[in-house]
């Protein structure tokens, strides 16, 4: 099993970056399909970012793509997504996770078994 923290939440400026982290204990993350997922108030949890197990391929949502990079750092044992050209609609709690999988990057909540308990990132307009 799993566990997954997240750091690197806060509060930035419309235009601004940060990166958030996505760090792993007691298994290797290498082993699985990692993603970024977010809600924001009222709103349901929604994909952002995934990265296959072997790092070469990714897939974002439209409301990202061009502005945020997911990578992956197995030496570190972490996930990161380097979010650019923030919006405020990008405002939400942001939440990593995890599926053993050989192939492909789900985008349903459901397809994941682990979940990390999130970091909220605030943008100001």
């Known amino acids: 099993q799993v566990q997954l923290v997240e750091s690197g939440g806060g509060l930035v400026q419309s235009g601004g970056s940060l990166r958030l982290s996505c760090a792993a204990s007691?298994?290797?993350?290498?082993?699985?399909?990692v993603a970024w997922f977010r809600q924001a108030p009222g709103k349901e949890r929604e994909f952002v970012a995934g990265?296959?197990?072997?790092?070469?391929?990714?897939n974002y949502a439209d409301s990202v793509k061009g502005r945020f990079t997911i990578s992956r750092a197995d030496a570190k044992n972490t996930v990161y997504l380097q979010m650019n050209s923030m919006k405020p609609e990008d405002t939400a709690f942001y939440y990593c996770?995890?599926?053993?999988?050989?192939?492909?990057?789900?985008?349903?909540?459901?397809?994941?078994?682990?979940w990390g308990q999130g970091t909220q990132v605030t943008v100001s307009s």
């Open positions: 996770a995890a599926e053993w999988r050989l192939a492909g990057i789900p985008v349903n909540l459901s397809d994941y078994d682990y």
């Open positions: 990265v296959s197990m072997s790092g070469i391929s990714t």
């Open positions: 007691g298994r290797t993350l290498s082993s699985y399909v």
